[in-house]
């Protein structure tokens, strides 16, 4: 009984190993098969939640060196050096915020946030350029997930190369050379903040159009609330409702272009937006 035991044992180590080697001579004399094993390989080795925190900590690490930045004379010396108004967070400064237009802006959030920042830094700069690469980096992650919706909805990309497509337009966003003067300048804390706002609004646009009852209808407040805040951050983001309705028409493919569409498109409004059922 013994024999047949070691005969059965070597029996079976001879076969696993026969197909071992099998599937390895495939995947030699196949290249599509191994890049797909790597890729597979790849996909289960990162963790799709960590993505996002990867995104926002390189970008963060890029813009690292603006923290050596003081106030510069171009605008924040009438927002900061000559401003006593904002700083801090009691009722006088924040009846200020809610009232003033500085040299012609309405931002009541932008210098709620900038109030903020002088409570825990004074008139130190470091602080305000903290703030600022720390919602950027936000920003680069939130990036990343509206990416990923929009190129799984208007593309045929899954898994790791979806994955892959989204890093790479949120570090295209992120880190390219436009963002820096919105990034290493302090008195630019309204474009990173309305840019916070703009993509949760979005986000939460997208997630609202695969959402159905109750969960649609708080997610197209939240979408509404988001981007009124936006627009209390920098008035800029006032064309934001149209960067919807013109995802309402590609890729969410909500809306169909054709005449007369816009006397009907009132009357089944998406959240608070003119579209069409979907």
Known sequence: PRRDEVRVMRIMVRTSTDSTLTDARSADTHPEGRCSTLARAAARAVDARLIPWAVGLVTFLIFAPALLNGFVEWDDQINFLQNAHYRGLGWTQIRWMLTSALTGHYIPLTWLSLGLDYTLWGMDPLGYHLSNILIHAANAALFYLVAFRLLGTATTLTGAALRSASVTAALF??????????????????????????????????????????????????????????????????????????????????????????????????????????
């Open 173 to 278: 966003f992120a880190l390219h050379p436009l963002r820096a003067e919105s990034v290493a300048w302090a008195t630019e804390r309204r474009d990173v903040l309305a840019g916070l706002f703009f993509l949760l609004t979005i986000l939460l646009y997208l997630g609202a159009s695969e959402a159905e009852g109750g969960r649609r209808r708080r997610l197209l407040a939240g979408s509404l609330g988001c981007y009124l805040l936006a627009l209390l951050s920098k008035s800029i983001v006032m064309t934001l409702p149209l960067v919807l309705v013109l995802l309402d028409v590609y890729p969410l493919r909500r809306l169909a272009l054709r005449w007369g569409m816009w006397r009907n498109a009132c009357s089944s409004p998406p959240g608070f937006l003119p579209s069409v059922p979907s």
